[in-house]
């Protein structure tokens, strides 16, 4: 077990942390920049806890990312968690205070006591295709709403702009697009994992590159904790005689379930594995929002069997089922 954490409350522009030293543990305040980030190096240094300081933050995206990044890349341990953890076991903790200095001790003792898993960053050419995707991500939802727009009755004086807008947004989502095409294919690697997953009926062109970007499908052990991180396992909610529910966790990667919705409902189609999983699971009383959430689970699975054993989908292969 570690013995020195620092806990860091990351937000847009300052870094709260706190380092549990004996006797006393010490906090500090650093600007959430390039400069911030060498000046809280510096400042570890000069405190002399070296590599045996385990460092733990929550994972919120573009805030933390580039601090983790750049606190690995200088050697020492870190973990990025989900805030939903730290929350939680602050409940546990009887925690009451909710300030930015109570946030970093929240964070520094739930390091201590958990022991999160080491958090390294992705690959450069994962790294690359994630951003790509959400780009296009983001480039459809402004475009669905300049869509929206132009249908609920847009006054004629803007009807012209909101047209042009959508017209660009379409090329520039086609530009986009091709570009990712272009990155998969110059990546060996990629390139193989994204024929295999596409030999899965239900994963196509938008879904493929989506998965592999957010996803370092080697980086897991099992099917089963790849569909943890993206919050797909089953919980169960039980209590006495008048509660007895099941429920996917959603603790985990909300981008993901979403982009695995709709590829589930064309796999209960087309998917003949996926549609005899999901016949059993009717005929055993499963509502049909609980088949479609179990059909992206298993989707996951087969993602998960084809990229182990590089080879593509067959239903008649133990892997794949």
Not at 139 to 163: C, F, T
Not at 167 to 188: A, F, G, Q
């Amino acid at each position: 077990m570690s013995k020195i954490a620092l806990g860091i409350d990351i937000s847009k522009k300052k870094i709260d942390i706190l380092l549990t030293l004996s006797p006393k543990p010490v906090k500090k305040i650093f600007e959430n920049t390039s400069t911030g980030h060498k000046l809280l190096d510096g400042w570890l240094r000069g405190m002399r806890v070296g590599k045996d300081v385990h460092i733990c933050l929550e994972a919120t995206g573009p805030y933390s990312e580039p601090l983790a990044e750049f606190l690995f890349e200088k050697g020492y341990r870190v973990s990025m968690v989900n805030p939903l953890k730290v929350k939680k076991f602050g409940e546990a903790e009887l925690r009451r205070n909710k300030t930015d200095a109570a946030d970093a001790r929240l964070i520094a003792d739930f390091c201590l006591a958990m022991e999160p898993d080491d958090w390294h960053p992705l690959p450069p050419e994962i790294k690359h295709l994630q951003a790509l995707t959400r780009r296009i991500e983001s480039l459809d939802q402004i475009l669905q709403a300049e869509r929206n727009r132009l249908k609920e009755s847009a006054p004629k004086e803007v009807k012209p702009s909101l047209k042009r807008m959508i017209r660009n947004l379409e090329k520039e989502i086609e530009k986009v697009t091709k570009l990712i095409k272009e990155h998969i294919d110059n990546n060996p690697d990629l390139k193989e994992q994204s024929d295999l997953l596409r030999s899965i009926p239900g994963l196509g062109e938008k879904t493929v590159p989506l998965l592999l970007g957010e996803l370092e499908f080697a980086a897991f052990d099992s099917a089963r904790s790849v569909a943890a991180f993206v919050g797909l396992t089953p919980r169960k909610d039980q209590s006495g005689s008048s509660l007895n529910k099941t429920r996917i966790s959603k603790l985990g990667s909300g981008r993901l379930r979403k982009a695995l919705y709709f590829p589930a409902i064309v796999a209960l189609r087309c998917n003949a594995v996926i549609k005899s999983f999901a016949s059993r699971l009717s005929q055993n009383g499963k509502r049909p929002k609980e088949v479609v959430c179990a059909a992206m689970r298993k989707l996951l699975h087969i993602a998960f069997g084809v990229l182990k054993h590089h080879r593509p989908f067959d239903p008649n292969l133990a892997f794949n089922v």
